[in-house]
């Protein structure tokens, strides 16, 4: 590797982007170069301070901002709508130009004192807002407005609301929710998050068999590596065993299969030898061969299949 690549690699390193090789191969660069292992340090150094300096971000912005992006894109989306409406319609009615306008204008203005009203009555069917303030959330929407003959008006508010819940994940509740988040969350780094506090709880049998299905299953392999953490513990469960020796000889991703390795050689029990050999002769990546190879002269056993 030449001192152009690696200076390129450097900050892929620092975050963890780079395959297990090439990983390995700027590993032993740095080991070899003086310059470029000061480059790493000097980089190393500045994400330090900048940890240091971290703000902390409160529970649930990510969340709050994501709701508020798709609420304002509907909203730009229904005003479109609208404006395309008027767009099409004027055009072919001349004299209807401007009472359109007039009308465009009205909306605006009747809208807006809707919004300022501090009293509302409940349509059949429909849960009571203690006042019309509730509409003024950012999350609410206004789905339905009549007007009274008393001077009233009756909205309908759809609202989209959030809640925080905090708990141990001894709690039945909190963990069920972690549960559903590892199985079905479609963001990896919440995945991952769930994936980790599980797997302080990976003595309970079913707690286990979520950790299983992510090593399995979960497509990313950052969630794969911290099922495989959680499972350090569970390595003279039969059903582990059995899945890590799948995992060995299947997972597309050298950093978990060598983990994987690490787990089963932890109690060296005759029936890994066979599971070591077949992952010695079909595997590509040289590392995990010298992990087997390795593990197998450990267990002095033949590196040979029979």
Not at 16 to 22: A, Q, R, T, V
Not at 25 to 45: A, F, I, T, V
Not at 114 to 125: A, F, K, M, N, S
Not at 210 to 237: C, I, S, T, Y
């Amino acid at each position: 590797m030449k001192c152009e690549e690696a200076v390129r690699d450097l900050p892929l390193l620092a975050y963890g982007e780079l395959s297990f090789d090439e990983e390995e191969s700027l590993e032993q660069h740095l080991g070899s170069c003086e310059s470029c292992r000061r480059e790493y340090e000097r980089l190393q150094r500045i994400h330090e301070q900048v940890d240091r300096d971290e703000a902390q971000v409160p529970p649930g912005l990510v969340a709050e901002c994501r709701r508020n992006l798709r609420l304002n894109i509907a909203a730009v989306a229904e005003q479109r709508r609208q404006h395309g409406f008027w767009q099409r319609l004027l055009p072919a009615v001349p004299f209807l130009k401007p009472a359109g306008a007039v009308a465009l204008v009205a909306t605006g203005f009747f809208g807006a004192r809707l919004v300022e009203q501090h009293d509302t009555r409940i349509l059949p069917g429909m849960e009571p807002s203690s006042t019309a303030a509730a509409a003024l959330s950012p999350a609410s929407r206004v789905r339905f407005v009549e007007p009274g003959g008393d001077g009233r008006v009756q909205i309908v508010v759809e609202e989209t609301r959030q809640r925080v819940l905090s708990g141990f994940t001894k709690d039945e509740a909190i963990r069920r929710l972690l549960v559903s988040a590892a199985r079905e969350a479609s963001d990896p780094g919440l995945r991952v998050e769930s994936v980790d506090l599980l797997g302080s709880a990976a003595e309970n049998a079913e707690i286990r068999r979520v950790l299983l299905f992510a090593l399995q299953h979960d497509p990313n392999p950052g969630v794969r590596l911290k099922a495989l953490e959680g499972l350090r513990g569970a390595g003279a469960d039969p059903e582990t065993r059995k899945t890590l020796a799948r995992v060995l000889l299947t997972d597309d991703n050298p950093g978990v299969r060598t983990q994987a390795i690490d787990l089963l050689i932890q109690k060296n029990e005759p029936e890994v030898v066979g599971v070591l050999q077949e992952a010695l002769r079909r595997d590509s990546n040289n590392y995990v061969r010298l992990k087997c190879q390795k593990a197998l002269h450990e267990m002095r056993a033949s590196a040979e299949s029979f």
